[in-house]
């Protein structure tokens, strides 16, 4: 079983900038995509960014209004990933929640985290 840890929420200002980080418990290397998605009141959840593993090319994904000021990366030997977030805007607020899948055999497994609150509030 693998559990997602986040941190790096916050209240922040419009224009500002924030990191989230998820980690895996415990460091899990069969790991393949990892991700952010977000889930605003009212709204439903969806895909913010995703990456893939080194071995299938660490193949980014991002959703239409993030591209350009969102960044994911992954640390491989640390089962972490990150979200680099700039220019944030009052619309990115939102619960930001970390996604882990791995494929073991036929059967794909899929892994979330508790959650993050993202705040873009003057």
């Known amino acids: 079983q693998v559990q997602l840890v986040e941190s790096g929420g916050g209240l922040v200002q419009p224009g500002g900038s924030l990191r989230l980080s998820c980690a895996a418990s415990?460091?899990?290397?069969?790991?393949?995509?990892m991700g952010w998605y977000r889930q605003a009141p009212g709204k439903q959840r969806e895909l913010v960014a995703t990456i893939s593993s080194v071995s299938s090319g660490g193949y980014t994904n991002y959703a239409d209004s993030v591209k350009g000021r969102f960044a994911i990366s992954r640390d491989n030997a640390k089962s972490t990933v990150y979200l680099q977030m700039n220019s944030l805007k009052p619309e990115d607020t939102a619960a930001y929640y970390c996604?882990?899948?791995?494929?073991?055999?036929?059967?794909?497994?899929?892994?979330w985290g508790q959650g993050t609150q993202v705040t873009v509030s003057s």
């Open positions: 996604n882990a899948g791995k494929l073991v055999g036929v059967t794909w497994y899929e892994y």
């Open positions: 415990p460091r899990d290397f069969t790991i393949n995509s």
